[in-house]
């Protein structure tokens, strides 16, 4: 298994923008696809979006147009940019990666590591 280190995060004011980062370390990054998943204040963890292993990427309706995804092979990083924040995106977000899994791998119990999840809060 990958151990996956996150940054970033914080308070933003809505239209604002963040950048999550995540660094892997303990396996072959580049054999891992790369999820993001955001869970609010009492809600269940959801999916945000993910980055293949070789290439492509997929991303949750409500995040589409406004975050991004990409990732750094050689440093073993994979980033979330987040766009024109708004409240509801407030929550708690973590990394999480699947050895060769694809951009269709949406259901976090199929991830094998976590990040340790960091706070984003958005303020009206």
């Known amino acids: 298994q990958v151990q996956l280190e996150q940054s970033g995060g914080g308070l933003v004011q809505a239209g604002g923008s963040l950048k999550l980062s995540c660094v892997a370390s303990g396996s072959t990054f580049s054999h891992y696809s790369m999820g993001w998943f955001r869970q609010g204040a009492g809600e269940e963890r959801e999916f945000v979006g993910v980055?293949?292993?070789?290439?492509?990427?997929r991303y949750a309706d409500a995040v589409k147009g406004r975050y991004t995804i990409s990732r750094d092979n050689s440093k073993n990083t994979v980033y979330l940019q987040m766009n024109s924040l708004q409240s509801d995106d407030t929550g708690i977000f973590y990394c999480?990666?699947?050895?060769?899994?694809?951009?269709?791998?949406?259901?976090?119990?199929?991830?094998?590591?976590w990040g340790q999840g960091t706070q984003v809060t958005v303020s009206s």
């Open positions: 980055i293949g292993w070789n290439t492509g990427t």
């Open positions: 999480a990666g699947r050895r060769f899994g694809s951009i269709y791998v949406t259901q976090q119990k199929l991830y094998d590591s």
